[in-house]
């Protein structure tokens, strides 16, 4: 049934697609066949005139072998130069490729409108990171639950490693295990998107999870995904993994690349989580989770200092104000 649906709105889908690359093709022929007209009519003045150029040379070419024939008097002489002189101003006057013009005004106005419209179709595609960032979130990070290793900003929108243990107060909140921290609020219902900056680094984990996460106690219970109360998407060395559950995904298609920032969007209707690289659209991975069992609440972890290699703060970005893709 599930399938069904999809595909019925995926052709919708990709007939739209198809309509809005048909009404730019269209639009893209008249534009340039009217620069075509514009452009045939500018050579066929160009060609009458060097036609009629070449006549009045011709007829140049006669009058002065008549003036060096036939001249009798100084009077007629003269009279027989300035009819001449004239011609020839005539001649180099047509002959002035000066004297030809395109609508160069009107072109440039059609230059701008073009670049006007690109401007316009980048700032609304990907269609999907558009739909994405309508949900866009304002995500505080908690101090209260950060690990003793994690410095995090007045403002509670970053997360930085440190190796110095923080004097903090001891709270059944406080993630002593892994160098976790979650977002002040959650939420339970609607859909939810946001961004970090993950820009420089060589070791993070994002995700969602459950209020529920052990905080205390054995290691990998407090990891991200490692448990059925989260989901999460770990950057490690250039290798990206996705983690529910204990059940590792590795994503080899994605081996090497790396993203400046990274999207997570999650539909509490439809129990789904996404990931993405935000400054390209890319997809990561995608869990179905079918029904959330409790509130949600975002999570980071910057990790630790990866030999030297990772010490760049993980930082919550504006969502709504990404910049465009293509």
């Not at 180099?92 to 490729?97: G, N, T, V, W």
């Not at 295990?177 to 859909?191: H, I, M, P, Q, Y």
């Not at 969602?208 to 998407?233: A, H, M, N, Q």
């Not at 993203?259 to 990931?275: Q, T």
Request: hydrophobic share 35%; aromatic share 8%; net charge negative.
């Amino acid at each position: 049934m599930c399938e069904k649906k999809t595909n019925a709105i995926k052709e919708k889908i990709q007939k739209r697609y198809e309509d809005m690359k048909r009404v730019l093709d269209q639009d893209l022929m008249i534009t340039l066949t009217q620069m075509d007209i514009e452009l045939e009519a500018t050579e066929k003045t160009v060609e009458d005139r060097m036609e009629h150029c070449y006549h009045l040379t011709q007829e140049l070419d006669q009058q002065l072998s008549d003036i060096g024939a036939q001249v009798t008097t100084q009077e007629n002489e003269i009279q027989q130069i300035a009819e001449t002189d004239k011609k020839v101003s005539e001649t180099m006057k047509l002959s002035d490729p000066d004297g030809i013009h395109m609508d160069e005004f009107r072109n440039e106005q059609l230059l701008s409108l073009t670049v006007n419209l690109l401007l316009f179709i980048r700032s609304q595609v990907p269609v999907t990171k558009k739909l994405f960032q309508t949900y866009a979130a304002d995500v505080v990070l908690d101090a209260e639950t950060a690990h003793p290793k994690l410095i995090i900003s007045p403002e509670g929108d970053s997360a930085t490693y440190t190796d110095t243990w923080q004097d903090v107060p001891e709270t059944t909140s406080r993630f002593e295990t892994t160098l976790n921290v979650l977002s002040r609020r959650g939420f339970s219902e609607g859909r939810q998107y946001w961004e970090v900056d993950v820009s420089g680094k060589t070791y993070w984990e994002l995700g969602l999870t459950y209020p529920s996460i052990p905080r205390k106690g054995r290691v990998e219970d407090s990891w991200l995904g490692r448990g059925e109360g989260s989901w999460c998407v770990e950057y490690f060395n250039g290798d990206y993994t996705a983690w529910h559950g204990g059940v590792q995904h590795e994503l080899p298609l994605l081996a090497g690349k790396q993203f400046d920032r990274i999207g997570v969007y999650c539909s509490f209707p439809a129990g789904l989580v996404c990931f993405l690289g935000a400054d390209t659209a890319t997809p990561l991975h995608c869990f179905c989770a079918g029904t959330f069992a409790d509130s949600l609440l975002q999570a980071v972890c910057p990790g630790h200092d990866n030999e030297g290699t990772n010490w760049k703060s993980l930082k919550v970005c504006d969502a709504s104000r990404s910049a465009p893709v293509l």
